[in-house]
């Protein structure tokens, strides 16, 4: 049976899947605002990347993937609904003011479903999150919102060869790359969460 994936529109963190997938870089920088939401509700899990990060253990294309420990899942339960179990680090650029690379993000999805097998396969996993916005929008791009309603300012200084790198696009690139990488992890439920100028 190959996975379930589907485009869902609701906030990530309302999500009860038990492992949720975040799009990072490797310099250790967190600037999208559910990023840094989820840097403070799983701090545990953030440590631990930012550690790997300064160590340069990570590296583009790379997926860190962190079990979180029973005492620490309680810790942020009053504020925070969705309490996963295992955080998957994608590591699709080198810094959030980068754009993001096909094959690193195809090299980061490898990584990741190679560490979900066994997850599945002995673990009983059966339904994970992904937050799509981080693929769609680098910072430096102004179409990103923040969560008080303001858009982020577009980065004067980002040099002439990181704008020519070509920008994926989600339909032609992006999405297809998922599916592809994913889609035989067998009775997985993927949800995908994209922003809502994305059609579903």
């Given amino acids: 049976m ?7 529109h609701a906030p990530l963190l309302q999500n009860p899947a038990p492992l949720l997938v975040l799009p990072l870089n490797s310099a250790g920088i967190i600037l999208d605002p559910i990023l840094a939401r989820c840097k403070t509700l799983y701090s545990d899990n953030y440590l631990n990347y930012r550690r790997a990060c300064i160590d340069k253990s990570l590296t583009v294309g ?6 979180r420990q029973q005492t620490t899942l309680g810790l942020n339960a009053s504020s925070n609904h969705n309490q ?3 955080i998957a680090n994608l590591i699709v650029t080198d810094h959030p003011y980068h ?4 094959l690193w993000l195809s090299q980061a999805l490898e990584a990741l479903h190679t560490q979900l097998y066994p997850l ?19 910072d430096y791009d102004n179409s990103i919102e923040a969560t008080d309603g303001n858009t982020a300012t577009p980065l004067t200084s980002a040099t002439s060869a990181e704008l020519s790198v070509p920008v994926l696009d989600w339909h032609d690139d992006i999405y297809p790359l998922i599916q592809d990488r994913l889609k035989d ?7 995908v969460h994209v922003p ?5």
């Fill in 120 to 138: 599945i396969r002995y673990e009983g996993l059966r339904h994970i999150a992904i937050f799509a916005r981080p693929l769609l929008y680098t």
């Fill in 99 to 102: 754009p993001i690379r096909k």
């Fill in 2 to 8: 190959m996975a379930n994936m589907h485009l869902i």
């Fill in 185 to 191: 992890l067998p009775k997985l439920r993927i949800s």
């Fill in 196 to 200: 809502r100028d994305i059609e579903i």
């Fill in 62 to 67: 790379d997926c860190l993937l962190y079990q």
């Fill in 84 to 86: 996963p179990r295992h």
